[in-house]
């Protein structure tokens, strides 16, 4: 039996990447992954490969957050953890930045979270049950050159996690967040990722000399969402080979 059998989850982003690895490793733990994307063609196609349900969702639209908690209550009756992945960067400095990349990035990565947490949440709460896990960033803990607007995004994911996991703590909800460091996606090559010296640099500064994959960030999500973390809450995890510490 995995540690996930018969739990209802929702994966947000889980079309590509990250979130592709955890929604593999939630269902191969037995849950059922209702994996939601921006993207239908990759929500459809994650949730093909491990026979979940596919939903389009756009988690900076609270109709749209809001429409697919209810499509998952109606199906499955509960939800019993949901995982926060979505997220999104522009990389550059601070001083030559636009203010219209500010919108988005604080959009996706902060509110995306904040407009799932509103729908589910309530759910959670009158269930007297549930885990929360927010794919957060090492940038939201310690900084990140080139990422400001990102780090301050992801900081305000970590506060957010630890004052939810205070509120929902009553109705035996649990809250934590993990932050990956440098990982090997398509977001991670759109900003910079793609470029050798820097893929080298980085690869050197990680004391296990390799960047992360998705699966490194999977069996950690997989445990905070199980029952076996159920005392675990307000927590920020780093999954960074090493990269920071403490
Ligand atoms: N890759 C890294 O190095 C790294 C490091 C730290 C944190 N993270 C975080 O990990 C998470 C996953 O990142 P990834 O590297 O797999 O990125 P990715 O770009 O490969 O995947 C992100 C997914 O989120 C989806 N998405 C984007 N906007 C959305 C929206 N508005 N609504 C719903 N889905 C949306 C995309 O379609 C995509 O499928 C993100 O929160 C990211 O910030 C990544």
């Known amino acids: 039996m995995g540690k996930l059998t018969d739990k ?11 979130g592709r690895g955890i ?3 939630l269902a191969a733990e037995g849950a059922t992954v209702v994996v939601t994307d921006v993207n239908e063609v990759t929500a459809k196609e994650t949730a093909e490969a491990i026979g979940g349900a596919g939903i389009r969702t756009d988690v900076t639209s609270r109709e749209s957050t809001a429409a697919m908690v209810e499509q998952v209550t109606n199906r499955f009756g509960r939800i019993d953890a949901l995982v926060n992945n979505a997220g999104w960067d522009k990389a550059g400095p601070f001083v030559d930045s636009d203010p219209a990349d500010w919108d988005r990035v604080v959009q996706i990565n902060l509110y995306g979270v ?4 509103k729908a589910v949440l309530p759910v959670l709460a009158e269930q007297g ?3 929360v896990v927010n794919i ?11 990422e400001a607007v ?11 996690t630890k004052s939810i996991a205070r509120e929902m703590a009553r109705s035996q909800v649990n809250a934590n ?12 090559a759109s900003i910079g990722g ?3 010296k820097l893929r080298e640099a980085l690869t050197k500064a990680i004391p296990f000399r390799r960047l992360a994959q998705p699966s490194d960030l999977a069996g950690v999500v997989a445990f905070l969402a199980s029952d076996e973390a159920a005392y675990v809450t307000g927590q920020t995890v780093s999954v960074s080979g090493g990269l920071t510490m403490s």
Do not use: W
């Open 114 to 117: 904040l407009n799932t947490c």
């Open 194 to 196: 793609d470029d050798p």
């Open 150 to 160: 990102y780090s301050a995004a992801k900081g305000g994911v970590i506060a957010f």
């Open 136 to 146: 957060a960033s090492d940038a939201g803990r310690v900084g990140s050159s080139g």
């Open 129 to 131: 049950h549930g885990s």
């Open 8 to 18: 209802i989850t929702i994966v947000t982003g889980a079309g590509q990447g990250i």
């Open 177 to 188: 967040a993990v932050c990956p460091g440098p990982a090997d996606t398509a977001l991670f």
């Open 23 to 25: 929604a593999e490793k």
